[in-house]
């Protein structure tokens, strides 16, 4: 491991959003430039939904190499973009810029970050029965990649007047001629899909620190045999992901998806292989954990 020292000919990255203060992806991708010893620098900027297009203009003026892009910026950061990955034009969000000398191409690696994280737990969802919890924009892009992945997919949301859910469903049905179901997060409908699930995702915030006590699933309506994808990861192990290894589920945390998503646009901006073990360890430690 050298020590990192910016140079004249230092590569920046960074992340876009607001707000951005509690980041912890700076601290993944710097020490892993420093493991390998490349000469990148990845920095926060905390940017307001009215200057979008001019952090975007600033991207290519200072010809800065790659971003990440946050709340509320995903898919508002679309129309500023020279070119979109085939997945981004599915799923309509961007959550990893590449400037390619100018031109500059948006990704969606929460949603392969997802994938990537499942198949590494060997856990396949071609033909499966999934569950999706939310209706927002981590649940859009896991929805469209499962999807794609072959995957036959309920997605429940608690708002399902505000249609969140019935949107999702209906583009994927565009985009794929899929069939997906649209349903009210109730105790009810609940029992009554995962009683057929393999997998259950949760793809809502509940549960998330402060309000670690929450879990969107009572413990009586899991089974051993289930796999559960929480997509928190903060706290690292979820309430729900605690009572599902007690019934005997397999868990995957927000942890895995978190850290593949950096590893994948590390890779896109670098060319080179995310130090993946080293990018996992320092999310835990700016998380506050020390295992
Ligand atoms: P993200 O980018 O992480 O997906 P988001 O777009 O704010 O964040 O989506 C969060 C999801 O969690 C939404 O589907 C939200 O439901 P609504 O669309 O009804 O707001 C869901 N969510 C948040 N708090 C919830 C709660 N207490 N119970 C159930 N769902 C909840």
């Not at 997945?87 to 969000?93: F, R």
Request: glycine content about 8%; overall charge neutral.
């Amino acid at each position: 491991m050298k020590d990192s020292i910016i140079s004249g000919k230092t590569s920046v990255c960074g992340i876009i959003g607001d707000p951005i203060e509690h980041t912890i992806s700076p601290a993944m991708h710097n020490a892993a430039f420093k493991e390998l010893g490349i000469d990148y620098l990845y920095v926060p900027f905390r940017v307001k939904k009215e200057k979008l297009g001019r952090a975007v203009e600033g991207m290519r003026a200072l010809n800065i190499r790659g971003l990440n892009v946050t709340i509320p910026h995903k898919v508002a950061i679309i129309p500023f973009l020279d070119k979109l990955d085939p997945l981004v034009e599915k799923i309509g969000a961007v959550n990893t810029v590449v400037n390619d000398e100018g031109a500059l191409i948006g990704y969606n690696t929460d949603a392969t970050g997802f994938l990537k994280a499942l198949l590494e737990r060997g856990v396949e969802p071609e033909g499966k029965n999934m569950v999706i919890l939310g209706a927002g924009g981590a649940s859009r892009a896991i929805s469209f990649i499962i999807t794609e992945r072959g995957a036959n997919l309920v997605i429940l949301n608690r708002q399902l007047e505000l249609d969140w859910a019935e949107d999702i469903a209906r583009r994927i049905f565009q985009v794929f001629e899929k069939e997906v179901k649209a349903l009210e997060l109730s105790e009810k409908n609940l029992a009554m899909v995962l009683e057929r699930a393999d997998i259950l995702i949760n793809a809502t915030s509940v549960g998330m620190s402060p309000n670690i006590d929450g879990t969107p699933v009572p413990t009586k309506l899991l089974k051993p045999g289930l796999i559960v994808f929480d997509i928190v990861y903060n706290p690292i192990k979820t309430r729900l992901m605690r009572e599902s290894e007690i019934t005997g589920a397999q868990t995957i945390g927000g942890l895995d998806m978190l850290v593949w998503q950096g590893a994948i646009a590390f890779e896109r901006w670098t060319g080179q292989k995310a130090p993946i073990d080293l990018m996992k360890r320092e999310a835990i430690k700016a998380l506050g954990h020390e295992n």
